[in-house]
């Protein structure tokens, strides 16, 4: 069974920071995606990444992928209020279904 | 419409009650899955759909909930004899492309329908 773990699980950091949020997983895949939850509110999709190195960039926050660590990793430079929120990672496994497998969260609150 | 539509978006009922929420994909989306999202908690897998055929249903709590997808365009989500640990956001999502993986199929997801089972 796919497994999904992301850390931290919570993660308060002052305005203006870096930060990075780890995403593991226990199987091979080419296919990972980033969403962004607010409180409340549905899922917003942050980023597709479909192969080994992939890296994509949007605004203050960046994702990339090494498929053979089995890991991703969402960046956040110089952090703004406004990315206050949870972000989950979530992993489609080469093998099988297209079962979209969800990591526990993280939950990010950046302080003035 | 332009996005994933669900329906409703709050519903409120009785324990013992059957309950359906309906969810509308992207207009052409062939893959059509389901999430269960309680308070505070991570997104739990139901079922998925490609096309109008279930090829994993290993989410489904129990056999109180089923799902069907009709003209491979709306899924139902069905609750028989609701219970209180059944209260939660249900969460619909739809995507473009499936088994391709060489394209970017975004997967899209409604606002979700929120049941309180009381």
């Known amino acids: 069974e796919l497994k999904v773990e992301q850390n931290p699980l919570f993660l308060s950091m002052q305005e203006g920071k870096n930060y990075t949020i780890y995403c593991n997983y226990s199987t091979t895949s080419d296919r990972l995606y980033w969403y962004r939850q607010d409180p409340g509110k549905s899922l917003e999709s942050l980023f597709v990444?479909?192969?080994?190195?992939a890296v994509k960039q949007e605004g203050r926050l960046m994702a990339s992928l090494d498929t053979k660590a089995r890991l991703s990793t969402l960046h956040i430079t110089a952090a703004v209020h406004d990315l206050s929120a949870t972000y989950f990672c979530?992993?489609?496994?080469?093998?099988?279904?297209?079962?979209?497998?969800f990591g526990t969260g993280t939950r990010l609150t950046i302080i003035p | 419409g332009a996005g994933v539509s669900q329906s409703p978006s709050n519903k409120v009922t009785e324990k013992g009650k059957d309950v359906e929420l309906r969810c509308d994909p992207i207009?052409?989306?062939?893959?059509l899955y389901w999430y269960r999202q309680s308070l505070g908690q991570g997104l739990e897998f139901l079922i998925y759909f490609q096309g109008n055929s279930a090829p994993d249903k290993s989410g489904l709590p129990s056999d109180r909930f089923s799902a069907e997808r009709t003209g491979g365009s709306v899924s139902t989500l069905t609750i028989q004899r609701t219970q209180q640990e059944d209260s939660a956001v249900y969460l619909c999502?739809?995507?473009?492309?499936?088994?391709?993986?060489?394209?970017?199929?975004?997967?899209?997801f409604g606002e979700g329908s929120w049941l309180t089972v009381v």
């Open positions: 999502a739809s995507s473009l492309v499936v088994n391709i993986q060489l394209l970017g199929n975004t997967i899209y």
């Open positions: 979530a992993v489609i496994s080469n093998f099988g279904n297209e079962k979209l497998t």
């Open positions: 207009s052409g989306h062939t893959a």
């Open positions: 990444l479909l192969s080994n190195g």
